[in-house]
């Protein structure tokens, strides 16, 4: 398979002078069918990196919006082999986006492996700590993954270094304390936040939580090399009228912020 | 299981599983409380609140009529039911009340499943001049509709949770996203020994003075230590606070029980030690009910304060090593001794406890005459007459 690598596409978005657009969808939202096709729409809509959600029981970090998407998903039984099916059927490189029970539960060796065998490039993990991160650390070097961990705008510098040495592919840095969800201004906690990273990492930073017009992609993309946008997307679908219409409507809101990240 | 960095754990269990926004929070919460522990005036207030506010020590009851229903064991009752607001919450509560002032913040907010923690949340914020926003799953605020009114007029802000399976474990979801949002002004005053670290640890401190005062009123009373301590087992802060007073008496059984639902054959339960396995929940490894995927199951129990899926990292631990012992005791068990014991005693129990002393029925049988059981009562049934009432049908 000839997929792009994360380094190679925020070496591309930075030759380009831009920021990469980071898209989330839960997989088996609202169905498993249905996430694969609007996760094509996303990738059309101009989506460079796809981060596939396993949606799950207790997901404290999230908003009401994504919290109905998983309901959604987990009443469609989606569990770690439709989120692997989702990975393997997306065209451009895609991360896991999951709380850390359900990796446990399938078992770090195992879904690490399995994941890479599907062609996924790295996890996302907003509830896994540095400090009990050992097998994760081992089992994800094994399988050449991405660990993509989530620091936010309390964590102090001293910490940030920690997180940042055991982060890979890229740092999502919260862009303010809360939950997931859209919000109709952002605050100068990003920027502070990802000035703060710049002098202590090289990793691509990505800028995610409350993402959701283009005017906020392209304010973020001046300062972060991604923007990572989950919940607007997922509202789109929820009231769209059926897959087609959703799917017309996210890849049409993928353009305005691709060309939003293009603007910054 | 390998860690990098060992901060507490009880063998695999324990840890922190949490979002990093929240670290700085919980790191500064563990500093408070390391130095609070060693700072003789925060102790002085808290006991000095304990004897005036609390009603600590509580006393020891002998309960005659109901050990004749269990073989003839002596039934010996720390009664943190006589605490103010009517259960053992109150010991924790003022803890982490404190601890709040000394850190500067203003606003406290909680999870409650029977509201006794609700409660006790709502007390300590009237006496201490905080903010205090209790989270509740809606369910729960129909199967407890009189705490809720107690809450509110404590001066509580209540806020049904809608999500999920609408109770204790929703409601804990809730406030740790109202954390999230609002940590740098608020604190969690989480209400039993679950959560990421200190909370386990933190909340085990303050419940252990239930513990030391039993060790010590026992032996004042029988000249000996108990055969076996009894406890119910919810998230575990009551059973860990009597138990771990004795964890080295290494003769003295300990033996928690949890909510069996319409048993655990049923899948209708809450008995996360006997019928779970081990996973993480709530920013804590632990045993959990939970599916093949990984997902949380939903808990059943009659008991409000008992239907939660995780239970505390250190009764996994206990547990593992074989140092105490876990029982499920179903609905209609608990529901017996429940009546038997307000019979026999006089004390309506909360339907909480009431699954320890259907405990207390069986290992008094088993044990005999000449053993001596200490029960921690856990809290007192007022809270519970609507529930009792439909469940015997008694007309309201
Ligand atoms: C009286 C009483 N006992 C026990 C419990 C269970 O909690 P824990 O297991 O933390 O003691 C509760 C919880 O609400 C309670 O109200």
């Known amino acids: ?264 | 299981m390998e860690r990098t960095e060992i901060v507490g754990h009880f063998g695999p269990y324990g840890g922190r599983f949490v979002p990093e926004a929240l670290i700085g929070a919980l790191d500064e919460l563990e500093a408070a409380n390391n130095s609070a522990s060693k700072d003789p005036e925060f102790q002085k207030e808290l006991n000095h609140l304990h004897k005036t506010y609390t009603g600590r020590p509580s006393i020891i009851t002998e309960a005659k009529r109901f050990a004749e229903h269990a073989g003839n064991a002596r039934i010996l009752l720390k009664r943190e039911d006589l605490n103010h607001t009517g259960s053992h919450k109150i010991n924790n509560v003022l803890g982490q009340a404190l601890l709040t002032k000394r850190m500067g913040k203003k606003r406290i907010i909680a999870e409650t499943g029977a509201g006794q923690h609700g409660v006790a949340s709502a007390t300590a914020a009237a006496l201490l001049g905080l903010e205090c926003v209790v989270y509740m799953g809606e369910e729960d605020t129909k199967r407890q509709a009189l705490n809720v009114a107690r809450m509110k007029l404590l001066g509580a802000t209540v806020v049904p949770v809608t999500t999920g399976s609408r109770t204790l474990k929703d409601a804990i979801n809730e406030a740790m996203r109202d954390w999230v949002t609002n940590v740098a002004s608020t604190h969690y005053l989480l209400g039993t020994v679950a959560g990421p670290h200190p909370f386990p640890t933190m909340v085990r401190d303050f419940h252990r003075i239930i513990g030391i005062e039993a060790r010590q009123q026992v032996l004042e009373m029988t000249g000996r230590l108990p055969d076996a301590v009894l406890a119910c087992v919810g998230g575990g802060s009551n059973a860990i606070g009597i138990f771990h007073p004795f964890l080295d008496d290494q003769k003295v059984r300990l033996i928690g029980l949890e909510a069996g639902g319409s048993g655990v054959e049923s899948g209708k339960h809450a008995a996360t030690i006997v019928g779970g396995t081990p996973g993480v929940l709530h920013g804590t490894r632990s045993y959990l009910l939970q599916d093949s995927d990984g997902q949380t199951i939903e808990s059943h129990s009659i008991s409000a304060g008992l239907d939660y899926p995780g239970v505390g990292p250190e009764h996994a631990y206990l547990h593992d090593i074989g140092r105490a012992e876990y029982r499920a005791i179903t609905d209609d068990q608990a529901m017996h001794a429940f009546s038997l014991f307000s019979k026999c005693e006089g004390i309506i129990p909360a339907i909480e406890t009431a699954h320890a002393l259907a405990g207390a029925l069986q290992v008094g049988n088993e044990l005999g005459s000449g053993t001596i059981l200490l029960i921690n009562l856990s809290g007192r049934g007022d809270k519970d007459v609507q529930t009792a009432a439909q469940y015997f049908g008694i007309p309201l």
């Open chain 1, 1 to 264: 398979m000839s997929r792009e690598s994360l380094a190679q596409v925020f070496a591309r978005a930075r030759s380009e002078d831009r920021a990469a657009l980071i898209g989330y969808m839960p997989a088996g939202f609202p169905s498993l069918e249905g996430s694969k096709e609007i996760i094509k729409a996303l990738v059309d809509g101009g989506v460079d990196i796809v981060e596939v959600g396993f949606a799950y029981s207790d997901p404290v970090m999230d908003g009401a919006i994504i919290q109905e998407a998983a309901e959604i998903a987990l009443r469609n039984r989606t569990g770690a082999k439709e989120v692997l099916d989702v990975v393997s059927s997306v065209s451009v490189p895609s991360l896991v986006m999951s709380y850390w029970n359900p990796i446990e539960r399938y078992g770090v060796k195992e879904f690490t492996k399995a994941l890479a065998e599907v062609g996924g490039v790295g996890v996302i993990t907003p509830d896994l700590t540095i400090e009990e991160s050992g097998e994760w650390i081992e089992e994800t070097e094994r399988n050449d993954l991405s660990r993509v961990y989530v620091v936010a705008p309390s964590t102090d510098d001293s910490r940030l270094v920690k997180v940042a040495e055991r982060c890979s592919g890229f740092i999502y840095a919260a862009s303010l304390m809360g939950v997931t969800g859209a919000r109709n201004s952002l605050s100068d906690s990003a920027s502070q936040l990802v000035s703060r990273l710049r002098k202590i990492t090289d990793l691509p930073i990505a800028v995610g939580l409350g993402v959701s017009t283009w005017e906020q992609a392209a304010s973020v993309a001046k300062f972060a090399d991604g923007v990572i946008v989950g919940s607007a997307f997922i509202e789109l679908v929820l009231q769209a009228a059926d897959i087609e219409q959703a799917c017309k409507s996210v890849a049409s809101l993928a353009r305005q912020l691709s060309d939003g990240v293009r603007k910054g």
